[in-house]
């Protein structure tokens, strides 16, 4: 546990959450800032961050049960999609430094958007500068072979 981590002092019940799903490696609870009604963070009971740093089996556990919480908004709320998102670092809009997923309730009157101006790559050499740096990284860091 870090004592400086929200998420931790949740698990703690040093802080209040409202507890959607728990089981001994996992607890999922309503963000208090939904994004939409249902909004649901899933964070391992072990504090890991970054994601990158997280191990494999934790990740395995977390992915289930982000999988099943999303079944059940379906079908307990009527979601008609669900979307699922994580970050890394603050720039990436990370808020609290443990890995975490939000599950996001989608409805067709949410009045929620992620609609967002769309990038573009330069062209065709840019597009494939980038695979070829992404692929020789998973080729050269034994770690990254380690799932």
């Not at 963000?31 to 249902?38: E, R, S, T």
Request: glycine share 6%.
């Amino acid at each position: 546990m870090n004592s400086d981590c929200i998420f931790c002092r949740i698990i703690a019940r040093q802080l209040p959450s409202t507890t959607v799903y728990e089981d001994p490696h996992t607890l999922a609870f309503l963000d208090i800032a939904p994004i939409v009604k249902g909004h649901t963070l899933v964070i391992p009971k072990t504090h890991h961050d970054p994601l990158l740093d997280t191990p494999g089996p934790v990740l395995e556990q977390l992915i289930l049960v982000v999988r099943k919480l999303a079944r059940a908004m379906r079908s307990g709320l009527g979601a008609a999609g669900i979307n699922i998102t994580q970050a890394n670092g603050p720039l990436a809009g990370q808020i609290v430094p443990h890995v975490h997923f939000h599950i996001i309730p989608r409805f067709n009157d949410d009045q929620h958007s992620w609609a967002a101006p769309q990038g573009d790559y330069d062209d065709d050499d840019d597009r494939c500068r980038f695979a070829t740096q992404i692929q020789a990284a998973i080729t050269s860091d034994p770690e990254h072979n380690n799932g």
